[in-house]
């Protein structure tokens, strides 16, 4: 081979060499392109780190959580409840009427709930505990159970409110008296209240101190009265009418 062919013959491998190199060059990523894509990475996986976080700590509500608020508001929207009790031997009817009334220690108006049981008992509760008057005395337990059992709406809903917050509820689909209906269960599993609700409406239906075909239970009934001042007479008592506010 000639020198001069032999010449000829190293540039083309040069040549080649370089055009390899440039090759590679042109599909190696840059140091920019692998710090972008390092940190988008890092992205990632903290954003997937967030919605975890979020999923494991925060109150997110759950469906049956999201279901129970709106009961609870479809109960406090009434102001008056009608109820028939199965807590002893034999049933009775209850009546409850909740209004604002005039706190004297507060000096402020609070939920005022009365209740009247059969035709003599009633009962009553300005946010500091139920209160029995008329003829027959019986123990606090008595006279609470009976109260809850009437289903007055806004300190009903206040009361499950609270073990709403505590998570403490759960949720079934049920029939109860040929009615497709949702049980709510507010408290612990083997003891707490049961609130029965229309499906469709979320209208009450019933109410249970406790799970259980033996527990206490009434049949609710959103009930209205066209004569108001009938209605504060046969329910409140005497020494609270003049308290309560008008209109």
């Given amino acids: 081979m000639s020198p001069s062919t032999s010449c000829e013959a190293a540039k083309a491998a040069a040549a080649s060499r370089g055009r390899r190199h440039s090759i590679r060059q042109t599909v190696r990523p840059s140091g920019f392109v692998r710090t972008l894509a390092h940190a988008a990475a890092v992205l ?14 925060l109150n997110v509500p759950s469906s049956a959580q999201l279901l129970a608020v709106a009961a609870l508001k479809a109960l406090a929207r009434y102001r008056v409840m009608g109820s028939t009790e199965q807590f002893n031997a034999r049933p009775l009817r ?3 009427l909740e209004s604002r ?10 939920l005022g709930s009365f209740v009247l049981v059969g035709n003599r008992q009633r009962y009553y509760d300005l946010g500091q505990g139920v209160h029995a008057v008329g003829p027959g005395a019986s123990t606090y337990k008595v006279a ?3 109260f809850l059992l009437a289903g007055c709406p806004g300190f009903l809903a206040q009361r499950l409110g609270s073990l709403l917050e505590q998570r403490q ?6 029939r109860t008296d040929g009615v497709s209906a949702y049980r709510f269960h507010f408290g612990r599993p083997n003891r707490g209240v049961e609130l029965y609700v229309e499906r469709s409406t979320l209208r009450p239906l019933e109410l ?13 009934k959103p009930t209205s009265f066209a004569n108001q001042a009938e209605l504060i007479a046969r329910v409140v008592p005497t020494s609270l009418r003049s308290r309560l506010r008008s209109g």
Avoid: Y
């Fill in 101 to 110: 009334i005039f706190d004297r220690k507060t000096k402020s108006f609070v």
């Fill in 94 to 96: 209850s009546l409850c």
């Fill in 169 to 174: 509820i759960r949720v079934a689909e049920v």
């Fill in 44 to 57: 990632f996986a903290l954003v997937g780190l967030a919605f975890g976080v979020q999923a494991a700590f």
């Fill in 208 to 220: 249970a101190l406790g799970p259980g075909v033996s527990a206490a239970r009434s049949e609710l």
């Fill in 144 to 146: 609470r159970n009976r």
